[in-house]
């Protein structure tokens, strides 16, 4: 699922190719996108963009006369980026925006169709769609502590519940935790102040790191991907810990999983999967897609 940084870097990417530039024609491939009815897709058709934005992981297009378009990928939804006119992907196809410089089609692998479109007017239609989660990287360490605080979950649910926090989803909270030495079962409501510092430090430092290495890439992200060679932990079941050396562990269940360090986190203590199980029983969510409808 793309998050904060990938998202970041698509704003970046989108920004300077259709930034001012008017949206001649919306088509849609897929009747299943579009989740509103009101304004209707005329509305912003022929409208130029007046800013793009984020709320979590969500794109915000906003266009003259005070509508936006608002698309959240979920976890297969993708963007491109082509010559104007280009066509809609035969069978993952959902839909292409027709700019003046050129076409961007969006595009969502499998047989779940869950990526969304919704057209809004004004900022009370903004605010609808917010989870209200704390943006990571502006929260203060009260502001952090105060989210954590609300409810007695895990630190991976916590970091990733739009509800809390902003734009964080499975692989980067595995990263923040490696980078804070905070284990992924740890409680929310146990952290000393110590541990809520240093775990603010980290999601701000793996954040602002992802974003500069993504942004550094050539041409339009295409190549968005929760696994990247440069993680330390996540999609690295195995792998040595860049930091100890440590085989990378992981626990799982259903179709997510976290990848953490045994040494750099847990004291050396694997964490059995059957104990997610049970803790995912009574706590999580059964996926982290019911994650993001709970936040909508």
């Not at 912003?44 to 963009?49: D, H, L």
């Not at 929310?188 to 500069?212: C, G, N, Y």
């Not at 040595?240 to 085989?247: I, L």
């Not at 799982?252 to 059957?274: S, V």
């Amino acid at each position: 699922m793309p998050e904060l940084p990938d998202i970041v870097t698509y704003l970046g990417a989108l920004e300077r190719r259709i930034g001012g530039a008017p949206l001649e024609r919306l088509r849609l491939a897929s009747p299943f996108l579009l989740r509103t009815v009101d304004p209707p897709v005329e509305a912003i058709e022929g409208r130029k963009v007046a800013g793009l934005g984020r709320i979590g992981k969500r794109i915000v297009f906003r266009f003259e006369g005070d509508v936006s378009a608002v698309l959240h990928l979920m976890v297969a939804g993708r963007l491109h980026w082509g010559e104007k006119g280009a066509r809609i992907h035969a069978k993952i196809g959902l839909a292409a925006f027709d700019f003046e410089p050129g076409t961007m089609t969006m595009t969502e692998a499998g047989t779940r169709k869950r990526a969304s479109l919704h057209l809004v007017r004004g900022e009370a239609g903004l605010r609808a769609l917010d989870p209200g989660g704390l943006e990571p990287m502006e929260g203060t360490v009260a502001q952090f502590r105060e989210r954590l605080s609300r409810e007695n979950h895990t630190l991976k649910r916590s970091l990733t519940d739009p509800r809390l926090f902003s734009g964080i989803g499975n692989a980067y909270s595995d990263e923040i935790l490696h980078r804070a030495k905070l284990s992924p079962l740890g409680m929310s409501t146990k952290l000393s102040d110590d541990d809520v510092a240093r775990l603010r430090q980290a999601t701000k430092d793996v954040l602002r790191e992802a974003i500069e290495r993504l942004g550094r890439e050539p041409g339009f992200p295409e190549g968005v991907t929760a696994f990247r060679d440069w993680h330390a932990v996540h999609g690295r079941f195995q792998k040595p810990c860049p930091v100890c050396g440590t085989s990378i562990q992981r626990i799982r269940y259903a179709d997510n999983e976290t990848n953490y360090c045994p040494k750099c986190q847990t004291g050396g203590t694997i964490l059995a999967d059957r104990s997610l199980s049970r803790l995912l029983k009574d706590d999580w969510p059964r996926s982290l897609e019911e994650l993001e409808d709970r936040g909508r």
